[in-house]
């Protein structure tokens, strides 16, 4: 079992910056590929981006190539996401979530556990 926790969220301006960061307590961290997936009202959940269990390799959604980073701290069990050049569209609530098998790291059912959310609001 592992508990996510997720932070740094707010309300912020077209082109400003976050970073959101995901608290993992429980098992071991390193051994869970960790995924970034937002929710907007009225649509459905969305992939966002993913670190491999070392974090050497990621992945990101389309919409976020270029702008999102994301990146981990094994040693303090926690992933970020970088947000930069933020757009309205990218308002929404974030969710990070672990899998241990590294599968389609894109696909929501894959992922073993999830946190509760934080809200990214950006203003234009």
């Known amino acids: 079992q592992v508990q996510l926790v997720e932070s740094g969220g707010g309300l912020v301006q077209a082109g400003d910056s976050l970073r959101l960061s995901c608290a993992a307590s429980?098992?071991?961290?390193?051994?869970?590929?960790m995924g970034w997936f937002r929710q907007a009202p009225g649509k459905e959940r969305e992939f966002v981006a993913a670190?491999?269990?070392?974090?050497?390799?990621?992945y990101y959604a389309d919409s976020a190539k270029g702008r999102f980073t994301t990146s981990r701290d094994n040693a303090k069990n926690t992933v970020y996401l970088q947000m930069n050049s933020l757009k309205p569209d990218d308002t929404a609530v974030y969710y990070c979530?672990?899998?241990?098998?590294?599968?389609?790291?894109?696909?929501?059912?894959?992922?073993?556990?999830w946190g509760q959310g934080t809200q990214v609001t950006v203003s234009s």
């Open positions: 670190s491999s269990r070392s974090g050497t390799i990621t």
């Open positions: 429980g098992r071991t961290f390193s051994s869970y590929v």
């Open positions: 979530a672990a899998q241990e098998n590294g599968r389609r790291v894109g696909v929501m059912r894959e992922y073993d556990y």
